[in-house]
């Protein structure tokens, strides 16, 4: 029956036709398109997500994440108003007899606002536009939040969010409504970074120097996306400057220290952008006698090349390069690390067609070992992509823009491989085998005006997995549901050759009903597949998991999500509040048996078990825009719950990311123009998780048991920390480019020790006994400072 509901509401839009509202416009000849790109006047970027609009006729549109708008008008003069944030506006007056181009470069307001940017849109787009369960995130307001330890963090910003959750200091990624880090698309220009930490999960994989904006997708996903159940983060790293001569941003911190290079290459064409981080805690481990051959740092450089061969072509190339390496002398060996790049070409065929034509290699892989010894060994690990696909948007009429596109991928994981380094070493060679996938899609959308209250954007996407043979000898697992299952069926099926094909209609839908000038209601429906996993059965994920592709006995993941949210703006846009409700339902999730071994075991996928999972929740969000006191309260009340044959008696448990309550509260202050303090308080009840409900005696020891097959039985102590930051720019000389400022911020202000796990073991006084053990990754106040300048 659920089927037959999802497939009607999809027919249903999918069939919703355009002309039987055309009669209410003008004829189509005596309409022509309005098109072109909006650039910063000094530097050249695009300006994204810009509003392009003719006032006397309420018609508009956006720019997009090339600076590119459509706008179609009827033949005639027009005023044609184009307006940013942070930026003068500008009038146009045109004489529109025929399709046209109109490219605009604005001018940075010459007095700084007191604004912080969440959204770098219009302030009313948060109610006008049909997408939801979106935020959208700008670097200068991630710049002015307290830091830790003096590291502006893109991930941790994140977290603040409604909907978004961690499971502790010190875990890699994000949760979004109660799913895995895992279920997140996570792009930076396109290209997947599979893991989004350093430093195990204190500092984020993005160097802020580098990254222009960001914006977090939780529903109403476009059909364009998919691949992931819970979200997409979709980052946009800076294209440069083209107008102007090169310039130079950096900081210098207690942990690490960035530089970013823009440079114009060829003027008003083509420039560069070079970007680079590093830790240096190894440097002072070689003052320490005892501790200069360790090492433990962290790196990552991206470079983007922007060139513009014509006003209707340009070319971005992007390359990054993640690392971190933890080596104890001779002991112990261990990095982990994302490489990647992105081509991609866009050309604008006419006025109301326009293209992207990318092409995305990935890669993320870890490695450890002893160097020396009898134990000497190489263990490595690694999951690979290589992508093309096409994406065209096509400005029906002044109504409708249709968007489609195809996608292709083609995986190999390397799940494990272990060789010896030496001939004394008690270890032999192993290999688990290598699997290869290939993943392609389709989709088309459509983001049409009904009237002028109603505007709706739909769309399918259809998607195929297909998990290919390597040559290798691969085995049916079968046995009781719920239980550890036995390899059957063994055959080597040939290199390349289809084993299991899946295939999934993904339809997408959302709604935008005008209430009145500041309010809206809004409504959404996805459903996502996913196709490949991050194999873990700890708490929190680690660089050590393993990804593992959809196989014969590995079903995709599937998601449906509804959202209905209620939207409003108050006192001329200086304050926007929303809240949001939503319900998710989700089949094949993995769970594991009891004692299950991730590792290096040729037999895993016998130790997975699958079911059935839910999420439900509301969002509250309230933002303030203007004034000297800016910032965001955000509540969430939410659970998350899982259904698997063979765990906690089939019944429904709490998954290890379910937190019911979460409270994040972010105040800026502008004491003046130099000055200007922040604050974050964060609130969230304690992860659940497994803890021992009987002990039994063996030789006087008291072992700590789990009876009754109980899973996620207790949570940890809730989570709540408070931090404190200030940004203080130094003075800067009229004649000199030069200009600097100091970041001062205190992490966990009143030295909370949240806990990170718990663990249990045998009282010291009394073996008798056992005791349980608080883990904290932090528990004092952290200090810190850093200096940031650019000329």
Excluded: C
């Amino acid at each position: 029956m659920k089927s037959s509901i999802h497939w009607g509401l999809a027919a249903g839009l999918l069939l919703t036709a355009a002309p039987s509202w055309s009669q209410t416009l003008p004829e189509a000849t005596q309409r022509a398109t309005l098109s072109g790109y909006l650039r910063d006047g000094a530097t050249g970027e695009a300006l994204v997500g810009a509003s392009v609009f003719v006032k006397a006729l309420g018609l508009g549109a956006n720019t997009d994440e090339n600076g590119y708008y459509q706008l179609q008008l009827p033949k005639g003069p027009h005023t044609v108003t184009y307006l940013v944030m942070g930026y003068e506006p500008q009038e146009v007056k045109i004489n529109l007899g025929a399709d046209a181009t109109s490219s605009v470069k604005l001018s940075a307001t010459r007095v700084q606002t007191q604004e912080v940017v969440v959204q770098g849109q219009r302030a009313e787009d948060n109610v006008r536009k049909p997408e939801m369960s979106v935020n959208k995130l700008d670097m200068k307001t991630v710049k002015l939040m307290p830091a830790l330890l003096g590291e502006v963090d893109v991930v941790r910003s994140i977290q603040l969010l409604p909907g978004v959750t961690t499971v502790g200091e010190g875990a890699s990624g994000f949760n979004v409504r109660g799913g895995g880090v895992d279920q997140n698309l996570i792009l930076m220009d396109e290209m997947p970074v599979y893991n989004v930490s350093h430093l195990f999960g204190l500092f984020s994989a993005f160097n802020p120097d580098a990254v222009q904006d960001m914006k977090l997708y939780k529903g109403g996903i476009p059909a364009q996306y998919g691949g992931r159940l819970s979200s997409l983060l979709d980052v946009r790293l800076r294209d440069g400057h083209t107008a102007e001569r090169a310039s130079v941003n950096g900081g210098i911190g207690l942990i690490s220290s960035r530089l970013a290079v823009e440079a114009p290459l060829i003027k008003d064409r083509t420039s560069v952008v070079l970007a680079g981080r590093r830790s240096y805690g190894d440097l002072f481990l070689k003052l320490v006698p005892d501790q200069k051959d360790n090492q433990a740092y962290f790196y990552d450089l991206s470079v983007k090349v922007n060139h513009k061969f014509s006003a209707r072509d340009q070319l971005q190339l992007t390359g990054y390069r993640g690392r971190d390496v933890f080596n104890f002398s001779n002991v112990f060996k261990n990095n982990w690390g994302n490489t990647g790049g992105t081509a991609r070409w866009t050309h604008q065929f006419s006025p109301r067609l326009f293209g992207n034509f990318t092409g995305v290699a990935a890669q993320y892989d870890y490695a450890l070992g002893v160097p020396n010894g009898t134990q000497a060994f190489e263990w490595t690990s690694s999951v690979r992509n290589y992508t093309g696909k096409a994406d065209l948007s096509f400005q029906l009429n002044a109504n409708n823009t249709i968007s489609g596109g195809v996608s292709g991928t083609r995986y190999r994981f390397n799940p494990a491989t272990v060789k010896p380094l030496s001939a004394e070493s008690i270890f032999v060679e192993l290999k688990v085998d290598e699997q290869k996938a290939g993943e392609y899609a389709a989709y088309l959308d459509n983001e049409q005006t009904l009237s002028p209250r109603l505007q709706l954007q739909y769309g399918l996407r259809l998607s195929v997995f297909d998990f290919l043979g390597t040559g290798k000898t691969i085995y049916d697992y079968q046995g009781e549901e719920g239980k550890r299952k036995d390899p059957l069926n063994p055959r080597t099926p040939r290199n390349g050759e289809v084993v299991k094909r899946y295939a999934n209609l993904e339809p997408r839908a959302s709604l935008r009903f005008t209430l009145d000038e500041n309010s809206s209601l809004k409504a959404s429906y996805n459903r996502t597949a996913q196709y490949i996993h991050l194999i873990s059965n700890t708490t929190a994920a680690s660089p050590l998991d393993v990804w593992s592709p959809s196989t014969n006995n590995i079903r995709p993941e599937r998601a449906n999500q509804v959202a209905l949210g209620y939207f409003r703006n108050f006192l001329d846009n200086g304050y926007e509040a929303s809240v949001e409700v939503f319900g998710k339902t989700m089949d094949n999730q993995i769970d594991y048996v009891n004692g299950a071994s991730t590792l290096l075991n040729k037999d895993l996928e016998g130790e997975l078990l699958y079911g059935d999972g839910r999420a439900y929740g509301a969002e509250f969000f309230v933002k303030k825009n203007q004034g000297p006191i800016t910032g965001w309260v955000s509540y969430t009340l939410s659970r998350s719950e899982r259904q698997i044959d063979g765990i906690n008696r089939g019944a429904w448990y709490a998954n290890k990311y379910d937190k019911t309550h979460n409270l994040s509260v972010v105040s800026m202050y502008q004491v003046g123009k130099r000055l200007t303090v922040s604050g974050n308080f964060a609130y969230s009840t304690g992860v659940a998780t497994t803890f021992p409900n009987a002990r039994f005696s063996y030789e006087g020891l008291v072992v700590p048991v789990v009876s009754g097959d109980a899973r996620n039985n207790y949570r940890v102590p809730a989570y709540h920390r408070l931090d404190l930051g200030a940004t203080l720019k130094n003075p800067q000389h009229p004649s000199r480019r030069w200009q600097s400022e100091w970041v001062f911020s205190v992490y966990n202000v009143y030295a909370r020790r949240n806990a990170y796990g718990i663990y249990f073991r045998q009282n010291e006084d009394d073996p008798r006994k056992t005791e349980a053990v608080r883990l904290s990754v932090f528990g004092s106040m952290l200090p810190s400072v850093s200096y940031n300048f650019n000329f």
